[in-house]
């Protein structure tokens, strides 16, 4: 529980104090967890097909936004602000037991520069933890003008398009059922070309500039209704619902936690990204049989069905690069960005001999949310929320084990654990974060460990974007 939903959950405490005046029985409270938002793609208007296709538009939205909450009950209100591209900041509410409305509305004049949106909906608050994701809504829809050859683009009454932070597209957004006259001016010339548009809600409009040659030998611009592919480099997005391909062809999902980009999945490659590969070994083995420099161990997941892969420190600092093209193996630093947005103390951060972070919580902020399905069955005493979308599962590592005959071996399989190189040290850059919560069977805290591993000499991967 962050700071801000502590000190709320004692004001409503004392509140609901005050309120009982027949009872000394305080009202139950729980936290309710505004986990995501989805926004349904837009239809791409392309007039020449027989059937619409789906924009690959990633929106661009306000920073800051209100929702309130109303007890059907009572009518008592409660307001929270939250981020729309990440809602890990200021997420999260405590509210007395009962049945609620909320609402947002995020609106904007006929053109806007974010998309104007509203949410709805009602919940029953029965228990400790809700975790709710809500759907926006807009009667807006999205002219989209590629900046190639455009000197300036502008609808009718002076209103000028927004120019994305990557400086590659026009935009902006109008309300549907206007009449509109989009007019850009090309960079040759200077001439300027117009085209009417009668806006639809959630359908996108994209136009280009098109060069021609008329039999004369003349080029000549015409303004074009055409396909649109968007590049999601630099821009100002959430990262929800991307996913990147690394050089084996894997697909892994792309999670935006603060600024950073993370694998939402552990590495599963043995290919670098040059297209170099190496060999994949599948455990158990024996050391002895073993000749290669660079590989990777794999073993199966009984539990979740799925193929763990494990590094050895020579593979993951490798400048052949393991991960997808212009991603790295996570590095101390990105993982103390990661922990001081997660809300670790700055004392903390350097610390390697105890669990960090404890107090912020930060384990149960990244364990995936069915950890509990499947190991350990006997874990008490925790509470998980991945509010990072981080969704880290139990893997353990693998090291030598002498006493079977120098097999590698999984040591601790209820462990999660990472590389966190330490780019400082190129002598023994094998620097780790765990999260070990067993605790002979009881929660132990919910912090991550940070040190030279103590779990084996063979280590699962996460990638950050560069």
Request: charged share 20%; glycine share 8%.
């Amino acid at each position: 529980m962050n700071k801000t939903s502590y000190l709320l959950l004692i004001f409503l405490l004392a509140l609901s104090g005050c309120m009982q005046e027949a009872s000394d029985e305080a009202p139950q409270l729980g936290i309710v967890n505004l986990s995501s938002i989805t926004f349904e793609d837009m239809e791409h208007y392309a007039p020449n097909h027989r059937s619409t296709s789906l924009s690959a538009w990633q929106h661009i939205l306000p920073e800051e936004a209100e929702i309130t909450f109303t007890d059907k009950a009572t009518g008592q209100e409660y307001h929270l602000t939250y981020n729309p591209y990440d809602l890990l900041s200021g997420a999260t509410i405590v509210l007395p037991y009962g049945q609620y409305s909320y609402y947002t509305k995020v609106w904007g004049a006929e053109e806007a520069k974010y998309l104007p949106y509203k949410l709805s909906g009602e919940f029953e608050l029965n228990r400790a933890a809700l975790d709710i994701t809500v759907k926006a809504t807009t009667k807006f829809g999205l002219i989209t003008l590629d900046a190639t050859h455009v000197q300036e683009a502008y609808l009718d009454h002076g209103k000028a398009l927004q120019l994305t932070e990557n400086g590659k597209y026009y935009y902006l957004y109008v309300r549907k059922g206007s009449n509109r006259t989009l007019s850009v001016v090309e960079n040759f010339s200077h001439q300027m070309l117009q085209q009417t548009i009668t806006l639809k809600g959630f359908h996108h409009y994209h136009y280009k500039l098109d060069l021609e040659k008329e039999e004369t030998g003349l080029q000549l611009i015409k303004l074009n209704l055409g396909e649109f592919h968007f590049d999601f480099s630099d821009v100002n997005i959430d990262g929800e619902g991307q996913t990147v391909t690394d050089a084996e062809g894997n697909v892994y999902p792309v999670v935006k936690i603060g600024d950073q980009y993370w694998l939402g999945e552990n590495l599963r490659s043995a290919t670098y990204c040059n297209g170099e590969r190496i060999p994949q070994h599948p455990l158990p083995m024996k050391w002895e049989d073993n000749e290669d420099g660079a590989y990777v161990l794999t073993r199966q997941d009984a539990e979740r069905q799925v193929t763990n892969f494990y590094y050895p420190t020579s593979v993951a600092s490798s400048e052949n690069n393991i991960c997808p093209c212009n991603w790295h193996v996570s590095t101390d630093e990105d993982w103390k960005i990661l922990e001081r947005y997660l809300g670790i103390a700055e004392s903390e951060l350097e610390s390697n001999s105890h669990l960090r972070g404890i107090a912020a919580e930060l384990a149960d902020k990244i364990m995936a949310n069915d950890w509990l399905d499947y190991y350990p069955p006997y874990l008490t005493g925790i509470t998980i929320t991945n509010a990072s979308r981080f969704s880290a599962y139990p893997t353990g590592g693998v090291d030598f084990d002498y006493e079977s005959d120098y097999y590698f071996g999984v040591n601790t399989d209820d462990v999660s654990i990472w590389y966190s190189l330490d780019e400082a040290s190129s002598a023994n850059p094998m620097l780790s974060r765990a999260i070990s919560p067993t605790g002979n069977g009881v929660y132990d805290g919910s912090g991550i460990l940070r040190g030279r591993s103590g779990y084996g000499s063979h280590l699962p991967i996460r990638c950050v974007k560069d």
